[in-house]
């Protein structure tokens, strides 16, 4: 069946080019702080990479809807190998400096904030002519996918440094994507009229309000999402075991995140999706709580397994929303959206991460950052439950008034009482 041959296509591809971006994320500071001494550039690329991400709302709305097709995507796909090529020849060349890190940076998030929902909406697509929810599966396992390779990626980079492969992990990561690019080939998506109306992210959201509700919430988990990284990685530090927290963490997250993903599809289609995602993200907020209250490297595995089973039940929640609700441009339009929700969240937790940690200390950071994404999921589903019991009223009363307009309309057309002869 093509639908499931294009499926296995685009997660094999998605999982390769994952993969491999873990190797560059262990190899690239080296290299720049190798080649350039400084640690103030270690950061460029992605500082670089994430501005138009978070600028697509306003420059990518009519970009975003081109990539409709697998073809198109491997056109995106070598944009990106381009970008990352651009690092290591200019190691080759000796030409490394500051400039060349920044415009590198730029053709990523460029490429990333096409590529990515693009990549998304086209699986989405291919589950749709696949079957019933087959699309949420998708998109679910593509997760499922991204999280492996944050398990097993890093140990793998930082293995491949220790035998001195430190600059070909970034051509390893170009030709990587190049590869998930060729792999999308032939692969076909849903394509709007041409006359269409170019939707926006907001007005994608209009009669969606649980997507919007889903964002609220998913949205806070990754702007407090630096209180278990960097948390962790903290008071590994402050104990003298740096980095056995963080591996203890993202180790369990890992297996629990399989584990979630083998049971998605069959909890989401038997819950409510506002119901999943405030269970999903109240549990991933009391399980930073735990972290924080009970520190040990074995509390912090269990823990951050739930975390790990409860957060992909909340994507998947999300995900199912929007591929029953939209299709199409769309679709594409509200996967864009909540790229760009992802991404600002995190990125503005790392950014007060620090001084956060630094005044209140990381364990009561994980605590609070764990109880304030409770408050907010909950506070979500109540938002949600009183809107729709507003609509519902509504509802009732013009179904009334209509029922009461129909039998004024009988009333006067009687024709005992038109011939005036009582009943």
Known sequence: M??????????????????ALRFTQVALPLIVLKETGSVAATGLVGGAAGIPMLLSPWWARRARQWVDSGSRLAVVAAVQAVALAIVPGAVVLGVLHAGVLVVSGLLLGLGDALGSPGRSAL???????????????????????????????????????????????????????????????????????????????????????????????????????????????????????PGVYLAAGMSGYGVGALLGTSVSLLIVRR?????????????????????????????????????????????????????????????????????VIVNA???????????????IGAEYTLIWSGLLTCTVAFGVLAVSRRRAVVERNRAAMTDGDCETSQHVRDRDHDPCRAAGVSA
């Open 2 to 19: 093509k639908a499931r041959r294009d499926a296995l296509f685009l997660l094999l591809g998605s999982g390769t080019a994952d993969l």
């Open 123 to 241: 699986l989405a697509d291919t589950g749709d002519r696949w079957g019933p929810d087959k699309a949420v599966m998708l998109l679910t396992w593509q997760d499922g996918m991204r999280r492996v390779g944050m398990l097993v990626g890093p140990p793998l980079g930082a293995a491949a440094v220790a035998v001195g492969m430190l600059d070909g992990l970034l051509w390893i990561e170009a030709g990587a994507v190049l590869l998930a690019g060729a792999l999308a080939i032939g692969v076909v998506g849903e394509r709007s009229p041409e006359a269409e109306a170019v939707p926006s992210i907001r007005g994608s959201l209009k009669g969606r309000p649980e997507v919007l509700y889903g964002w609220i919430m998913r949205g806070t988990g990754a702007l407090m999402w630096f209180a278990f990284t960097l948390g962790l990685s903290v008071i590994g530090a402050e104990r003298g075991r």
């Open 271 to 339: 819950v409510p999706p506002m119901v999943l995602a405030t269970i999903a993200w109240a549990t991933m907020g009391l399980a930073w709580v735990g972290m924080g209250m009970w520190t040990t490297p074995a509390a912090v595995a269990g823990f951050g397994a739930l975390s790990g089973v409860t957060v992909v039940l909340g994507i998947a929640a999300i995900s199912i929303v929007i591929t029953r609700s939209s299709g199409g441009a769309e679709r594409r339009a509200l996967l864009s959206g909540q790229s």
């Open 345 to 359: 969240g995190s990125s503005a937790g790392l950014l007060i991460g620090g001084p956060v940690i630094a005044a």
